[in-house]
C-alpha cells in the first residue's frame, strides 16, 4: 500500500530556500546558468489519531450493575487510519469486567457488532474498520462493575494500528444505596444521607432513639451517612432545616430534634479516581435540628476554603431523634424532610 504524501512547495535552483513556493503550477524565468532546475518538495504522511472514553450511563452504579462506555477515535493526520484495535490499558481496574462485545460505528457508516474475547482485550480488540482523513468512529461496550459503596472504579483504553497506541479513561462509582444520589451540573450537593430510625416505641419522658441497625442500611452502622458537596464558587455556607414528622394522621410535636453531633469536614485529593483519598480539614459544632423548619447553620462563609469538594460525616451511633414525652401512635410511619441550603457566591 502506497504511503500518504502531501505536497509542501516547490523551488528553482540548487539550494533549498527556507522558505518554499506553494503554487501548484510553477513557473519562473530562466537563467540557462545551471540554477534552471525545478524541485518538488513531498512529505510522507504519518498516521495520528486522538481518543476519548466518555460514560454514557449514570456516574454511580449499583454493585453488580452495568455500566456503557463509549470511545471515539479520531483521524487527526493526513493518512487513513487503518488496522485499528482496542484494548484494555493498565489503568483498568478490576471491579470492572471485560465486555463481551462492541458495537463500532464508523462517521456515516454502518454500525457492526465485533466480538470480545479476553485474549482480544488483552492483546487488541481489532474493530476492522478504517477511519479516513478527518473523520471518526465510535466503539461502544459494556461492563459490569462491582465495589464496594462509593469505591471509585476506572475504565482505561488503549487504541493503535497503523498509529502510535493512544490511551483514555472515564470513572464510575459505586452507589451508596443508602444515600440518596443527586447529580449537580455545576455546583450543588452530590450525595445527600438517610434517616431511618426504625420502629420506635411511645415514652413517658423525652426519648432519644439512635437509627436503625440492619445489614443492608449502612452496613449495620458501620457506615456513616455523609453529606457531599460540589460548588465552583470560593465563598460558601450551609443550612440545615427539619420539618414536622406526620404520618398519614398524626404528627410529632415541632419540639422534636434531629441530632447529628458535630461532624468532620473532609475535603478530596484525587476526586473521583480509584486513588481518591478524603482528607479530614475541620469539624462542625454540634448540630440540632428543631422540627419547626427553622434554618440552622451549619458551616459558615469562608470557613472552610481550597476546595471545590466538600464532605460532612455524621458518625452513626451520634444520630439521636428526640421526642418529646408520650408522642406519636402506635402503627404509624412517620416522615419528615431535611432540607440542606448551600448559598454560593463569588
Do not use: C
Amino acid at each position: 500500500m502506497a504511503k500518504p504524501i502531501t505536497f509542501q512547495g516547490w523551488y528553482k535552483g540548487k539550494t533549498k530556500p527556507n522558505t518554499l513556493t506553494t503554487s501548484t503550477t510553477p513557473t519562473y524565468n530562466t537563467t540557462f546558468d545551471g540554477n534552471d532546475d525545478m524541485t518538488a518538495v513531498y512529505k510522507e504522511e504519518v498516521a495520528k489519531a486522538s481518543v476519548t472514553l466518555t460514560r454514557t450511563t449514570a456516574e454511580t452504579v449499583t454493585s453488580g450493575g452495568n455500566v456503557t462506555w463509549r470511545a471515539t477515535i479520531t483521524n487527526t493526520s493526513q493518512a487513513p487510519l487503518t488496522t485499528a484495535t482496542i484494548k484494555k490499558s493498565t489503568a483498568w481496574t478490576t471491579g470492572l469486567a471485560a465486555p463481551t462485545a462492541m458495537i463500532v460505528t464508523p462517521v456515516g457508516g454502518t454500525a457492526k457488532t465485533v466480538p470480545v474475547t479476553a485474549t482480544t482485550w488483552t492483546n487488541g480488540v481489532s474493530l476492522g474498520t478504517d477511519i479516513p482523513v478527518g473523520k471518526s468512529a465510535t466503539v461502544q461496550f459494556t461492563t459490569k462493575a462491582t465495589g464496594t459503596a462509593g469505591q471509585v472504579l476506572r475504565a482505561g483504553i488503549t487504541t493503535s494500528g497503523n498509529y502510535s497506541g493512544i490511551s483514555a479513561s472515564a470513572t464510575v462509582r459505586v452507589k451508596d444505596n443508602d444515600q440518596a444520589i443527586v447529580t449537580p451540573t455545576a455546583e450543588g450537593f452530590v450525595s445527600v444521607p438517610t434517616f431511618n430510625f426504625g420502629q420506635i416505641g411511645i415514652a413517658g419522658n423525652t426519648q432519644q432513639h439512635g437509627l436503625k441497625k440492619a445489614a443492608d442500611y449502612y452496613g449495620n452502622g458501620t457506615r456513616n451517612p455523609y453529606l457531599r458537596i460540589k460548588k465552583t464558587q470560593p465563598n460558601w455556607s450551609l443550612t440545615a432545616q427539619l420539618s414536622q414528622p406526620k404520618s398519614a394522621t398524626d404528627s410529632l410535636p415541632t419540639a422534636t430534634r434531629l441530632l447529628l453531633g458535630t461532624a468532620p469536614v473532609s475535603s478530596f485529593s484525587n476526586y473521583n479516581q480509584p486513588t481518591e483519598l478524603k482528607n479530614t480539614i475541620g469539624t462542625t459544632t454540634a448540630i440540632n435540628l428543631t422540627a419547626n423548619n427553622t434554618a440552622t447553620n451549619i458551616v459558615a462563609n469562608q470557613q472552610f476554603t481550597g476546595s471545590n469538594v466538600y464532605q460532612l460525616d455524621f458518625t452513626f451511633d451520634n444520630i439521636k431523634l428526640e421526642v418529646p414525652a408520650s408522642q406519636g401512635m402506635t402503627g404509624q410511619q412517620y416522615q419528615a424532610a431535611v432540607t440542606w441550603n448551600l448559598v454560593t457566591g463569588p
